[in-house]
C-alpha cells in the first residue's frame, strides 16, 4: 500500500504516543487495541524509530494486518487493522 492509500484510509482509533520512547508506543498500542472491534483501523503516532519494527512484528504476532508506515515530519504514523 502506497503512502497515498494509507492517508485515505479511515481512521476509527488514533494513539498518540510521541512524548513516549520504546517499549512505550507498543504498550499504548496494547491497550488501545482493546477499545476497537475486528476490522477498524488503529493508528500509532510515534516519534520512536524503533517502534516501526516492533508494531509490525507484534501485528504479525497476534493476526492484525499491519498496513504500512507513513513518515511525517518527526514521527512516523503506523497503520494497523485489527
Do not use: H
Not at 21 to 49: F, N, R, T, W, Y
Amino acid at each position: 500500500m502506497n503512502v497515498e492509500e494509507l492517508k485515505s484510509i479511515k481512521i476509527d482509533k488514533s494513539v498518540d504516543a510521541r512524548g513516549t520512547s520504546c517499549p512505550g508506543p507498543l504498550l499504548a498500542a496494547k491497550k488501545a487495541i482493546g477499545q476497537i472491534e475486528k476490522g477498524q483501523v488503529m493508528e500509532v503516532l510515534s516519534a520512536d524509530e524503533g517502534t516501526k519494527r516492533d508494531i509490525p512484528k507484534w501485528c504479525n504476532k497476534k493476526g492484525f494486518e499491519y498496513l504500512g508506515t507513513i513518515e511525517e515530519s518527526g514521527f512516523y504514523r503506523i497503520l494497523l487493522r485489527k
